[in-house]
């Protein structure tokens, strides 16, 4: 009986994972002992590593979207079907059209979503772009900015030091924004201030 590995996640990590599980288990895929399946809530793949570049208007939304199905190797069984509840216990998930799917392994790979509301003011006073939409705002933000103070940081005010999405990012965000008010002549008008939480 072959054994059913699923993935729970269209993204970076969903994508990667399953490409090299069949090329590490190709020929037991090939004798049929063991099928991969991917579920997405999305057709479409973004790649999110990217939305720092919309932030400086470097790249924008169709430039970052391919199908999902195009990036993944054809052994893959590829679902566009959003996990609605985990049955951990029966080894089991069910998914938004109401199809109840069985497994031997499973792999979340859902990310995160960035949840400004939890800081006390960053909704209302800040940005982020860890998705598009506040990436866009973002850039028009930095695209009208004349002078004041920009501040860059990463914050966890209940536990410092929790792992973000990318551990570079605020530094690389801090030299390109240094580079970005250069090119558009206001840098010796705006302060930056960079800081990282640590213990």
Do not use: W
């Not at 993944?72 to 109840?100: C, N, W, Y």
């Not at 792999?107 to 940005?127: H, M």
């Not at 690389?172 to 008010?181: A, S, V, Y």
Request: charged share 25%.
């Amino acid at each position: 009986m072959s054994k059913h590995i699923v993935i729970v996640g269209g993204g970076v990590g969903g994508t990667i994972l399953a490409n090299q599980l069949v090329s590490k288990l190709y020929p037991e895929i090939l004798r049929d002992e063991v099928k991969i399946t991917l579920l997405s809530e999305s057709p479409d793949h973004f790649y999110k590593p990217a939305f720092m570049y919309v932030a400086f208007n470097l790249f924008f939304h169709e430039e970052l979207k391919r199908p999902e199905r195009s990036l993944l190797r054809p052994e893959i069984t590829f679902r566009v079907d959003p996990v609605t509840r985990f049955d951990f216990a029966g080894q089991s998930l069910h998914t938004r059209s109401g199809k109840r799917l069985g497994y031997d392994f499973l792999v979340i790979a859902t990310g995160c979503v960035p949840a400004p509301e939890r800081i006390e003011g960053l909704k209302e006073a800040g940005d982020h772009f860890y998705q598009y939409q506040p990436a866009r705002q973002l850039a028009q933000r930095l695209s009208r900015i004349e002078k004041g103070r920009v501040f860059i940081t990463v914050s966890f005010p209940q536990t410092p030091n929790v792992p973000h999405q990318c551990g570079i990012a605020p530094v690389e965000t801090t030299l390109m924004l240094d580079d970005f008010l250069r090119r558009r002549g206001v840098r010796d008008r705006v302060e930056i201030i960079y800081t990282y939480p640590s213990t």
